[in-house]
């Protein structure tokens, strides 16, 4: 029986579930490995914060760079910093020997390239299942069970906080405003962290990191292209769901024409992509292969448990896995593909175009879309009270971005014409 | 770069899949591994069939049994028979010190106990990717990335014939014998093949497979309760569906008291578990343990391609993973379970009684559910075209089920009731 000896830095709730998970599961361990996990050291900024675990059975550490003196095998990061500490401790951990293991997106996405070449110079791993979605086992599955896979495309949703306010402004007539005001009521996202979650950036990470696995692409957190969910309101999802559809943040990548592309965006599901039906606080994933026309998985995106049943896999993967390719591909394999131009996919749209209440409004719209060749695939005229704006929805066919936002351009000069056009990109169900 | 040699026997849909697959990734594996996979023997039954890939490439054997003379290192099983010379040719290439991949889900069902013990006194693999679901990667889900999480419960539907029937009944409209002429016309099952389907023993041999996995129960095909989809009318999924339910048919497995239960039944769904969405072909499982809520994995359940990544997938495993627990428990780990009395289940049901159309019919039945403190939910009456029996829909609370059995035992044999009861049981979304 092996003993394997890990550090824990950091011990919020999901430090503190992943040793109450080890705790919990001792023997459970026994029936399914050759190894017993000792917990070495722990080391948080704060000792004595209250935490569902009693720490005094564990060796402190005031800091965990301290960590690198004990012989320990695998280093855990979950402090969460950008970099800082954070990037200090995983990157002197690798250069130590020692296997590390991430929950941290922000570092990987903004760091990962570096790191993950350290990890391979000093042949460890530096695995990261915790810092994408969860408790879904998106990056073993990528990596090690559809590893031989092409991978043709990745999406997903990738946040749970901005899917919760989402599927709140559906299913309660929210505003936006009264929605986020929950979430935070409830803990899922708090004030300084609200700018991650609905500017779309912490999908964006995510996304980042699974552009990698699936593509083989070097880490570069600049080809995102992102777009939070901040504009929408409660009427476009109500317009959305008329159309059929329902209105998610989207993260997804492709390769097209050799190039990336990443995109963040808020995006008009249909209703049968099983993306549609993904509620609440809850990930998921769907990814297109050369093999596979479609692999779905779904689950919790966050919490303490779910969090740390991923950390604790990353724990087994280091003993029994010998592929040490953090990434899947060897490091030497990536590519570093140049960013795709938003401006050139061709994507069908929807739009809101808030307009005076006088007559010919429309026909001038859609003869702008005429001089361009945009075909428009439904028009929903909805007037709302006298004396407001009245909103004009349209759906477009499939258009190149560059035609449409010209166009949509000229459309904003007009007078009529009287706030930002809202444009958000339509699933055809048949990319 | 290590050259991993393979032996094929059986080239239908998915032995053909395979070698066209590992011709067409030849590149891409070097981009993610440290092997070649090199084909060293085919064999089927039928050498001049006509195929989708040239096998004049590769040595052919007239018997798969001479793959032992050669120095492969994996036999890979696809003739797909229960016992016979599948099971020879397994059993005697982990005599032989060969790893085994198969994609046979009744031979392991029914010889998986003698089979994998076998594998582990030479410690070999005997993987099985292809055998449950397709291409959804659910026994390297079970086995590696959620393996130290303990699971509570699997619930999935795992065969797409009769998955697919039940969707064509409920979309266009159609009796159960038309919806399988049409799937025996699109190929998805034939005549030979639809007692296994339509039976739910297809299923119940994969559900074996996954309680083994989950629960480390001993491979005991007897201990699965098994009701197929025939008694199902196109009414039933109506009914179900006025009342907020979706027909599937459910293969589930878990643990009550250290019994174990394992079923596969028609079963009512509600619209808010993920299962009910899976329509056509598809395959889809949920799973709980005691760190997740829910991870709920939807793909392909068949189909060559699909199934070849499966395969492949195992391949990749063989020289990846060095944990050779081919059921994720340590053999000697496996439990010997009883089976759970399905008479002691607690669960609502769904009811239909074909009846009489006379007065105080209602009135009758309700007054035998009085007596055994049976308690009902709902009621639908529903009159057909006059002179024809009139179906009464009954749901109820949660029921043990025994009680139940009894008291429609007593139902049944009033004069007024026309036909057997049909009985379902109903995802109240608590369990």
Chains 1, 2 share one sequence.
Not at 121 to 136: D, R, S
Not at 169 to 198: C, R, V, W
Not at 224 to 249: P, Q
């Amino acid at each position: 029986m092996k003993e394997i000896k890990i550090c824990i830095a950091g011990l919020g709730n999901v430090g503190s579930s992943v040793i109450q998970s080890l705790v919990d599961s001792k023997n459970f361990i026994n029936l399914k490995s050759n190894f017993n996990i000792n917990i070495l050291g722990i080391s948080a900024k704060n000792k004595n914060k209250k935490r569902i675990i009693d720490i005094s059975k564990y060796e402190w550490f005031d800091s965990p760079l301290d960590f690198l003196n004990t012989d320990c095998d695998i280093v855990i990061e979950l402090i969460g910093e950008e970099k800082g500490l954070s990037y200090d401790l995983v990157k002197n951990s690798l250069k130590n020997g020692k296997h590390v293991i991430t929950a941290n997106k922000a570092m990987l996405a903004k760091n990962g390239s570096e790191l993950f070449k350290l990890a391979d110079q000093n042949n460890k791993y530096l695995l990261y299942e915790a810092a994408v979605a969860g408790g879904i086992p998106i990056i073993k599955t990528l990596k090690n069970n559809i590893t031989l896979n092409k991978v043709k495309k990745i999406s997903g949703i990738l946040n749970g906080t901005t899917n919760y306010i989402l599927t709140m402004m559906e299913h309660d007539n929210l505003s936006f405003d009264k929605a986020i005001s929950i979430a935070q009521s409830k803990g899922y996202t708090s004030p300084s962290e609200s700018e991650l979650d609905i500017g779309g950036l912490d999908s964006a990470h995510k996304l980042t990191i699974l552009s990698s696995l699936c593509f083989g692409a070097e880490i570069e957190f600049k080809n995102n292209y992102i777009t939070g969910i901040s504009e929408i309101k409660y009427e476009d999802i109500k317009n959305a769901k008329n159309l059929g559809y329902k209105i998610k943040l989207i993260s997804e990548s492709l390769i097209v024409n050799n190039k990336i592309f990443s995109i963040t965006s808020p995006k008009l599901i249909s209703m049968n992509n099983p993306l549609a039906s993904v509620d609440g606080v809850l990930n998921a994933i769907n990814i297109e292969t050369d093999q596979l026309e479609s692999l779905f998985l779904e689950g919790e995106g966050a919490g303490g448990k779910a969090t740390a049943s991923s950390v604790i896999s990353d724990i087994n993967e280091i003993f029994t896995n010998i592929n040490v390719n953090s990434l899947g591909f060897k490091i030497n394999n990536l590519t570093k593909y140049t960013k795709f131009e938003l401006s050139n996919l061709e994507s069908p749209y929807y739009l809101r175009i808030m307009t005076q209440d006088i007559t010919g409004v429309l026909s001038k719209i859609t003869s702008y879309f005429k001089d361009s060749n945009i075909s428009v695939e439904k028009i929903l005229q909805l007037p709302e009270t006298k004396d407001k704006p009245i909103p004009i929805i349209i759906t477009t066919h499939k258009v190149k971005t560059e035609t449409l936002l010209k166009s949509l351009e000229q459309i904003e000069k007009q007078s009529f014409v009287l706030d930002k056009i809202i444009v958000i990109p339509l699933d055809n169900g048949q990319e």
